[in-house]
């Protein structure tokens, strides 16, 4: 669209130095001002907004380079800007956005030197160029800031499984029966549409994998991880400390996997210099759906409670055992997975990721599996909301956010996308703010018998 033909007072600015300052002056009225927005014809997608004008640059000062500028290194790539109209004794907003260069032009004389400004709104550089989204269960642990996180989603070449967070040590398996020199077969093992392969437990006999972590903890702790597949005599061992002497044993945990019996356990070992013992914890129980091709998310779960110690097993968020004992309690110093898959045809080399090591009790359960689903079924408003938030994307919502369409799950892929689906879904208005760098959505409910005048304004 244009300004109408009987101009009303337009006022320019740019963002410099922490402050709004009005360059109107410098705006050549022999260039109209021209602002677009909204969706081409047929269009599903709101289009970035854009502005174009013309600035005077006779002495240099649009020229970001120019050391005798006011804004020399002030100005650059991405200033905000903002455009508005006087009517009615108030300024009301008609564009924001950031403009991406600064070309010098210049008439054959030279004497004519002028900046023509072309601007965007936010929505160009959310599209330009961003990078796919990790999937949504590895964004959400990231934002819960474990004590010790391993993916295991690194690329197929690697050995060592690096922590993402916190101050671990590199996941690192080691041979005990079979070939050393085979790795963990990354990537091989695919969980769901939605999330990210992992990787496979070494194709050898018997061995360990293991991460250290390095810093201290509390003694109350939960680990939380994904498996998939029959697997082997296999076990998740937390590490939780000791010198390994008499008077200080070395302690750990074992949630323990029975392919034959279909059958989890979990036990405590300890080990001194010349004493040992294993304690059952959580005795032997029937869970087959633990022994199939479908990933689950596992937390075990181990806190004082009073003078005991209460032990909590999970599986995908359901509590499946809960006991309480007497052992002493550590923090934990390293975790490990033990596998041994003997040639019995039956067992079989797991897939295991998103290793996740927190003080306490863990993050939310509901939440934690939520993004372990994708977020499959929350609603358009919210998942636009959350979307926004993770990636730093400001945004305001008109109507009520719960009141939209359930979505589908998450898929890793770049941020506007997936808010633009969730708005497709919903079939609302999302729009770029007038006033401000951010994303506003419309609700399809709250649009209902509002007047035309409005709807103008969004599309």
Not at 60 to 89: A, D, H
């Amino acid at each position: 669209m244009t300004f109408p033909a009987t101009p009303l007072p337009v006022h320019v600015e740019i963002y410099v130095d922490g402050q709004w300052v009005d360059i109107t002056s410098d705006v050549y009225t022999r260039e109209d001002i021209v602002i677009s927005r909204g969706r081409r014809d047929e269009g599903t997608d709101t289009d970035p907004g854009s502005c174009s004008f013309v600035l005077n640059n006779r002495d240099g000062k649009y020229s970001p380079r120019n050391p005798r500028s006011p804004y020399y290194r002030k100005i650059g790539r991405n200033t905000p800007v903002r455009v508005s109209v006087e009517w009615g004794g108030r300024r009301i907003p008609r564009f924001f956005g950031e403009i991406s260069a600064w070309p010098p032009r210049w008439d054959l004389s030279g004497r004519d030197v002028y900046v023509p400004v072309e601007a965007s709104g936010v929505l160009r550089r959310l599209g330009a160029g961003a990078e796919p989204l990790r999937d949504a269960l590895y964004r959400h642990l990231m934002t819960q800031s474990p004590r010790a996180y391993w993916p295991l989603t690194d690329g197929p070449e690697t050995w060592w499984a690096p922590c993402v967070s916190g101050r671990g040590g590199r996941f690192i398996p080691v041979v005990y029966v079979g070939d050393s020199a085979r790795r963990p077969q990354y990537q091989e093992q695919e969980l769901a549409e939605w999330l990210a392969p992992v990787a496979k437990v070494t194709d050898a006999e018997r061995g360990v994998w293991r991460g250290q972590i390095y810093d201290q903890g509390s003694t109350s702790w939960a680990v939380d991880f994904v498996r998939v597949g029959t697997g082997g005599h296999d076990s998740l061992e937390i590490e939780t400390g000791g010198k390994g002497t008499n008077a200080d044993p070395y302690i750990s945990w074992h949630l323990v996997f029975d392919p034959i019996y279909q059958e989890l356990s979990v036990t405590y070992y300890t080990l001194g210099a010349t004493i040992g013992s294993v304690s059952v914890i959580v005795e032997s129980f029937s869970d087959p759906e633990s022994f199939t091709e479908t990933p689950h998310m596992y937390r075990l779960a181990v806190s004082q409670s009073g003078s005991n110690v209460l032990v909590r097993v999970y599986r995908d968020g359901q509590l499946l055992r809960s006991v309480q004992d007497s052992v002493p309690l550590q923090p934990i110093t390293a975790v490990a997975y033990n596998w041994w898959v003997p040639n019995d045809e039956l067992s079989t080399h797991a897939g295991l990721g998103h290793i996740a090591v927190w003080n306490g009790n863990g993050p939310d359960l509901g939440e934690l599996m939520s993004a372990f689903r994708g977020h499959a079924g929350e609603a358009a408003g919210r998942r636009i909301e959350r979307v926004c938030a993770e990636a730093g994307i400001p945004f305001r919502g008109i109507g009520d956010l719960d009141d939209t369409q359930p979505v589908g799950p998450q898929e890793p892929t770049v941020p506007l996308e997936l808010i633009q689906q969730a708005a497709a879904v919903d079939g609302g208005v999302l729009y770029e703010d007038r006033e401000s760098a951010q994303l506003v959505y419309r609700t399809l409910r709250s649009r209902y018998n509002r007047g035309a005048l409005l709807e103008e304004e969004e599309d």
